[in-house]
């Protein structure tokens, strides 16, 4: 009998192989695990014919994996409460600054700038804006022994005032204002600061030297430029990268933490709560990355890739436009547009950038506006700010503006 269940064992186990693999069009091959499920065939003695029962080992199923995104903890983040006081004026002075390279390369430029002035100076007269305009270089070289203030005098031959951090002016006065007289010709002629300027160009340093108190007290070459609860807006015009990052002012910083520093001492430096802090940097858009990263104080050499502007873009909000491109029209439109805005009561920065747009909630005077409606407000991603529409705008002077976000610390 021992004989018996052993060869119809066997023989049932052949032909039931032979019927998964004849029984289908597909060809399998067979694993241990089949063999193992073979070996659970019976046969009953009892029967006559002897009957075969067959079971098999339930298939084996595979472990599900779930995949989960887990978010940044809660505590990354922090709620923002950001209060405004909208001025009763319609209006607040606009104090704005170009700060133009004056290397050997910018020749063309330095002549777009100065041709792009006329429309966008008169967009300030037609809607009554009260502004300063003034001019300062890249270059921050020292000033301090007579060889060094000699060197100066040559290079900026036909100016009457200059120097790192102060405003430029082939004129007795310091910067333009409405009534100065041939205000156009004098921009011009001003926006032309030549190209003996050093070739470590930095606009970052020009404008966090300019703003030392030392510079705006009596006497200072800045005197009088800065206004109480002014917006102060910086154009920085240059075909190559910044070379603040790694000298002195931010040694040991990262790009974005040098960025930060110079930004927050702009803001410092307007007094009066509703002053405002606006940057807009021209640079060539279209260089190519270098190939590794540079080595910072960069001191020789062209670098035109922007990489300090563009890594500052994002996180303080500084949009950038193409030197290489007809950037007179972005003077003349997108720039004028976004400093008359601030000037109007109209556009409001908001001092972090939300991390959830869903949870952004603007009021005045505990009344909530609907975003984008066309009597409420809307946000501007780039320039990371609030923009009043309609009758939020119509009604918002004198009142409380409270904008509450969400953002990451």
């Given at each position: 009998?021992?004989?018996?269940?052993?060869?119809?064992?066997?023989?049932?186990?052949?032909?039931?192989?032979?019927?998964?693999?004849?029984?289908?069009?597909?060809?399998?091959?067979?694993?241990?695990?089949?063999?193992?499920?073979?070996?659970?065939?019976?046969?009953?003695?009892?029967?006559?014919?002897?009957?075969?029962?067959?079971?098999?080992a339930?298939p084996?199923?595979?472990?599900?994996?779930?995949?989960?995104?887990?978010?940044?903890?809660?505590?990354?983040?922090?709620?923002?409460?950001?209060?405004?006081?909208?001025?009763?004026?319609?209006?607040?002075?606009?104090?704005?600054?170009?700060v133009?390279?004056?290397?050997?390369?910018?020749?063309?430029?330095?002549q777009?700038?100065?041709?792009?002035f006329?429309?966008?100076i008169?967009?300030?007269?037609?809607?009554?804006?009260?502004?300063?305009i003034?001019?300062?270089t890249?270059d921050?070289?020292?000033?301090?022994?007579a060889?060094?203030?000699?060197?100066?005098?040559?290079?900026?031959?036909?100016?009457?005032?200059?120097?790192?951090?102060?405003l430029?002016?082939?004129?007795?006065?310091a910067?333009?204002?409405?009534?100065?007289?041939?205000?156009?010709?004098?921009?011009?002629?001003n926006?032309?600061?030549?190209l003996?300027?050093?070739?470590?160009?930095?606009?970052?340093?020009a404008?966090?030297?300019?703003?030392?108190?030392?510079?705006?007290?009596?006497?200072?070459c800045n005197?009088?430029?800065?206004?109480?609860?002014?917006?102060?807006?910086?154009i920085?015009?240059?075909?190559?990268?910044?070379?603040?990052?790694?000298?002195?002012?931010?040694?040991?910083?990262?790009?974005?933490?040098?960025?930060?520093?110079?930004s927050?001492?702009?803001k410092?430096?307007?007094?009066g709560?509703?002053?405002?802090?606006r940057?807009?940097?021209?640079?060539?858009?279209?260089?190519?990355?270098?190939?590794?990263?540079?080595?910072?104080?960069?001191?020789?050499?062209?670098?035109?890739?922007?990489?300090?502007?563009?890594?500052?873009?994002?996180?303080?909000?500084?949009?950038?436009?193409?030197?290489?491109?007809?950037?007179?029209?972005?003077?003349?439109?997108?720039?004028?547009?976004?400093?008359?805005?601030?000037?109007?009561?109209?556009?409001?920065s908001?001092?972090?950038?939300?991390?959830?747009l869903t949870k952004?909630?603007?009021?005045?005077?505990?009344?909530?506006?609907?975003?984008?409606?066309?009597?409420?407000?809307?946000?501007?991603?780039?320039?990371?700010?609030i923009?009043?529409?309609?009758?939020?705008?119509?009604?918002?002077a004198?009142?409380?503006?409270?904008?509450?976000?969400?953002?990451?610390k």
């Amino acid at each position: 009998m021992d004989d018996k269940r052993y060869f119809y064992k066997h023989l049932t186990a052949a032909a039931l192989m032979m019927t998964l693999v004849t029984g289908c069009n597909e060809q399998y091959a067979f694993t241990p695990n089949v063999a193992d499920q073979l070996d659970a065939v019976q046969v009953d003695p009892t029967t006559s014919p002897p009957v075969v029962v067959v079971t098999t080992a339930p298939p084996t199923i595979p472990p599900v994996v779930i995949v989960t995104t887990t978010p940044p903890p809660s505590s990354l983040y922090e709620d923002v409460v950001q209060e405004i006081s909208v001025p009763l004026d319609r209006t607040r002075p606009a104090d704005i600054v170009f700060v133009i390279d004056n290397s050997g390369s910018m020749s063309d430029e330095q002549q777009k700038v100065a041709a792009s002035f006329n429309k966008f100076i008169s967009q300030f007269h037609v809607r009554d804006i009260d502004y300063h305009i003034g001019v300062m270089t890249t270059d921050i070289s020292s000033m301090q022994s007579a060889r060094e203030i000699s060197s100066w005098k040559s290079k900026m031959s036909g100016f009457k005032r200059y120097g790192p951090g102060c405003l430029t002016s082939r004129y007795d006065e310091a910067y333009l204002t409405k009534n100065s007289p041939d205000l156009v010709n004098r921009f011009n002629n001003n926006a032309k600061v030549g190209l003996r300027g050093a070739g470590d160009e930095t606009g970052l340093g020009a404008i966090s030297r300019a703003i030392d108190p030392a510079k705006f007290a009596v006497g200072g070459c800045n005197e009088g430029f800065l206004r109480a609860g002014s917006v102060l807006s910086v154009i920085y015009v240059s075909d190559e990268d910044d070379t603040l990052v790694g000298r002195a002012e931010c040694a040991g910083l990262s790009i974005l933490d040098c960025g930060q520093k110079v930004s927050q001492s702009l803001k410092s430096a307007v007094s009066g709560q509703d002053a405002e802090v606006r940057q807009y940097a021209i640079v060539d858009l279209k260089a190519r990355a270098p190939s590794k990263p540079l080595k910072r104080p960069i001191t020789t050499g062209f670098f035109a890739y922007p990489e300090v502007f563009r890594t500052l873009s994002q996180p303080l909000a500084i949009p950038l436009f193409s030197i290489v491109e007809d950037f007179g029209v972005a003077i003349q439109q997108q720039i004028a547009s976004s400093i008359l805005k601030a000037a109007e009561n109209r556009t409001f920065s908001l001092n972090k950038r939300p991390s959830d747009l869903t949870k952004l909630k603007v009021s005045l005077n505990g009344e909530l506006l609907i975003r984008g409606d066309a009597n409420g407000f809307v946000y501007d991603d780039a320039a990371n700010l609030i923009e009043l529409r309609g009758l939020a705008l119509a009604e918002s002077a004198g009142k409380r503006l409270v904008i509450e976000f969400t953002a990451l610390k």
